[in-house]
């Protein structure tokens, strides 16, 4: 009898320090750069969120808005965050030290995965006289907040017609104000990267005002030679109300990417439950449908984070 109290006991108390020393482990805090409340990052930073925190114990995430990929980059590099989902035009010019970031690449940036692909839309009212990119010479075109990934698209496709900043009327606000700007003529376009079938984009083509524009082959051609981070892509018919054709344009992605000094272990507990709970976040965006293990690093130019890449290679995604 005193035996068996005797181990009842001792199974007991190596019962409650198991307890208290799963207690006593520290909570991890990730903080998700996203963009504006208005575009597709902050919906998708907020559900990878409430994954993290549901399925990784001790996990605190939360998603933070922000001015959109480039400030994530800089935010980033100066670990006010830790995660950051961020155009790929954008982390090339961060990786090469051009564009917005002629001022020093930015090194210490990994990637996790591709997300979604992000066609470019060339959206223009049909009264402003506007029947190809080239046109846009003179225009009131909105650019997304300043030092966004919208803005980084944008200043790309321009420069490949030769239409420089001078050249045209530069609209810096948020797509709220953008989207209502199309509707009531403040605003004659907007060049936006986004998924496929933009709710956005959608409720603006409903008003019959408006179209979108391809991109001619020959520019096409050029961008993706001098851009590795696009890739061809093709809006297909009636994706859009009052969109009867096909858009030849090209694409980039959106990437989840995270600061290179954060733990492998805890980004390859993130990337697992990201693949292994595919359902949970398709339920709570569209655009998750096509993060897949096939598309893991399309568009991706900054080396995996080891954690990822450990958990992409035990999946078979990469060699």
Same mark, same amino acid.
């Given at each position: 009898?005193?035996?068996?109290?005797?181990?009842?006991?001792?199974?007991?108390?190596?019962?409650?320090?198991?307890?208290?020393?799963?207690?006593?482990?520290?909570?991890?805090?990730?903080?998700?750069?996203? =963009?504006?409340?208005?575009? /597709?990052?902050?919906?998708?930073? %907020? +559900? #990878?969120?409430? @994954?993290?925190?549901?399925? $990784?114990?001790?996990?605190?995430?939360?998603?933070?808005?922000?001015?959109?990929?480039?400030?994530?980059?800089?935010?980033?590099?100066?670990?006010?965050?830790?995660?950051?989902?961020?155009?790929?035009?954008?982390?090339?010019?961060?990786?090469?030290?051009?564009?917005?970031?002629?001022?020093?690449?930015?090194?210490?940036?990994?990637?996790?995965?591709?997300?979604?692909?992000?066609?470019?839309?060339?959206?223009?009212?049909?009264?402003?006289?506007?029947?190809?990119?080239?046109?846009?010479?003179?225009?009131?075109? =909105?650019?997304?907040?300043? /030092?966004?990934?919208?803005?980084? %698209? +944008? #200043?790309?496709? @321009?420069?490949?017609?030769? $239409?420089?900043?001078?050249?045209?009327?530069?609209?810096?606000?948020?797509?709220?104000?953008?989207?209502?700007?199309?509707?009531?003529?403040?605003?004659?376009?907007?060049?936006?990267?986004?998924?496929?079938?933009?709710?956005?984009?959608?409720?603006?083509?409903?008003?019959?005002?408006?179209?979108?524009?391809?991109?001619?082959?020959?520019?096409?051609?050029?961008?993706?030679?001098?851009?590795?981070?696009?890739?061809?892509?093709?809006?297909?018919?009636?994706?859009?109300?009052?969109?009867?054709?096909?858009?030849?344009?090209?694409?980039?992605?959106?990437?989840?990417?995270?600061?290179?000094?954060?733990?492998?272990?805890?980004?390859?507990?993130?990337?697992?439950?990201?693949?292994?709970?595919?359902?949970?976040?398709?339920?709570?965006?569209?655009?998750?449908?096509?993060?897949?293990?096939?598309?893991?690093?399309?568009?991706?130019?900054?080396?995996?984070?080891?954690?990822?890449?450990?958990?992409?290679?035990?999946?078979?995604?990469?060699?």
């Amino acid at each position: 009898m005193k035996k068996a109290s005797l181990r009842l006991v001792l199974a007991a108390l190596l019962t409650l320090v198991l307890l208290l020393a799963g207690c006593g482990q520290p909570a991890k805090y990730v903080r998700i750069g996203t =963009a504006s409340m208005g575009g /597709a990052f902050y919906p998708m930073g %907020n +559900a #990878l969120a409430q @994954l993290f925190n549901e399925k $990784i114990p001790n996990m605190k995430a939360s998603a933070q808005a922000t001015g959109g990929s480039a400030e994530n980059c800089r935010l980033l590099a100066k670990k006010d965050i830790e995660l950051a989902l961020i155009q790929s035009a954008t982390l090339a010019d961060a990786e090469k030290g051009q564009g917005q970031f002629k001022d020093g690449a930015i090194e210490d940036i990994r990637a996790i995965t591709a997300t979604y692909f992000m066609p470019f839309h060339v959206i223009v009212r049909k009264d402003a006289n506007i029947n190809s990119i080239a046109d846009l010479k003179g225009k009131k075109i =909105a650019v997304g907040p300043i /030092a966004s990934g919208i803005e980084v %698209n +944008a #200043l790309t496709l @321009l420069k490949a017609y030769g $239409i420089e900043p001078k050249d045209f009327q530069a609209i810096h606000q948020s797509q709220e104000e953008t989207f209502e700007g199309l509707k009531t003529g403040s605003v004659d376009a907007h060049i936006y990267a986004t998924g496929a079938g933009s709710a956005q984009i959608t409720d603006v083509m409903l008003t019959g005002r408006l179209k979108i524009l391809p991109i001619d082959p020959d520019k096409a051609d050029a961008l993706l030679k001098d851009h590795p981070e696009f890739g061809p892509m093709t809006i297909k018919a009636n994706t859009y109300p009052n969109q009867a054709e096909e858009i030849k344009t090209i694409a980039g992605s959106g990437v989840l990417t995270v600061r290179a000094d954060v733990d492998p272990d805890t980004v390859y507990t993130m990337t697992k439950a990201i693949f292994e709970n595919l359902d949970f976040l398709k339920q709570r965006h569209d655009y998750f449908k096509q993060t897949t293990l096939e598309n893991a690093t399309v568009g991706v130019v900054y080396p995996l984070h080891p954690g990822a890449e450990k958990y992409l290679k035990e999946a078979g995604a990469i060699k």
